[in-house]
């Protein structure tokens, strides 16, 4: 009879104690609370709290990989784009992470989506394309430092994709057809420049001696013989045909 009016009690002890018995995994912290107040980090392993004094959050202390949706915006030079990302980040003080705000991973979140849409802002189309790498370390460098308060360490920014509409690809390519055409045509003014220039050392070269002149004519000859073509174009010094020239006016 005894047995079976203790048999509540001891019920409730064994649930007790079961439930002041926590075990956390390796990657697992347990933030304390004692009526109410911080008491310590705990864990991992085997932790014992007191029942009703004792509360415990859980903390998973491995990277988290977040996805940042699609933010709409404008580049600096008037571009509507869609740019997404995704950022990697973890709890380094599971203190801070529980007590400084309610929820870190939707704080988090929520700081990454306005930052990508405020740092991209700041930069022309042709940056976003061609200077990830930076963008990616300015806005890890500004989430990092506004979320230390909140005990997360931002380790990475990654933009994943730049979407513009068909209007601006087309006009890019244009402007890309362009700027080739720009170089084509500045590399084969060079070319004629350099070539000018070899030619002009290689006259002055040929003036300074007359058989080294009559040996060039040699040549062109022995080029002109060896041509196929039916035509052929017998080539006379200038010299020859001023003297000519002088001949006919004496006589």
Not at 73 to 81: G, H, K, P, T
Not at 223 to 243: N, R, W
């Amino acid at each position: 009879m005894n047995l079976i009016a203790l048999f509540p009690v001891i019920l409730i002890v064994v649930v007790a104690l079961f439930s002041a018995i926590k075990i956390l995994r390796e990657y697992e912290r347990g933030v304390v609370f004692q009526l109410g107040r911080f008491w310590k980090v705990k864990g991992p392993g085997l932790i014992i709290l007191i029942p009703v004094v004792q509360t415990m959050e859980r903390i998973d202390l491995r990277t988290i990989v977040m996805d940042v949706p699609s933010q709409d915006l404008i580049s600096r030079d008037n571009v509507s784009v869609q740019v997404n990302a995704v950022v990697y980040f973890r709890v380094v003080d599971p203190q801070k992470a529980i007590v400084n705000v309610e929820h870190y991973y939707e704080a988090t979140s929520q700081l990454a989506q306005t930052t990508l849409r405020s740092v991209l802002g700041k930069h022309d189309m042709d940056e976003m394309l061609s200077e990830r790498d930076k963008l990616n370390n300015d806005i890890q460098a500004i989430l990092d430092q506004q979320t230390d308060a909140w005990g997360v360490k931002v380790a990475n920014v990654e933009i994943k994709h730049v979407d513009i509409n068909e209007t601006m690809v087309r006009a890019m390519a244009r402007q890309a057809e362009a700027e080739r055409q720009r170089r084509a045509k500045v590399i084969h003014a060079e070319g004629e420049k350099q070539a000018a220039e070899q030619l002009v050392e290689a006259a002055v070269k040929l003036g300074e001696d007359p058989r080294a002149i009559q040996l060039r004519y040699l040549s062109t000859l022995s080029d002109i013989a060896g041509d196929k073509s039916s035509t052929i174009v017998f080539p006379l010094p200038i010299e020859f045909i001023e003297s000519l020239v002088h001949g006919r006016k004496n006589g």
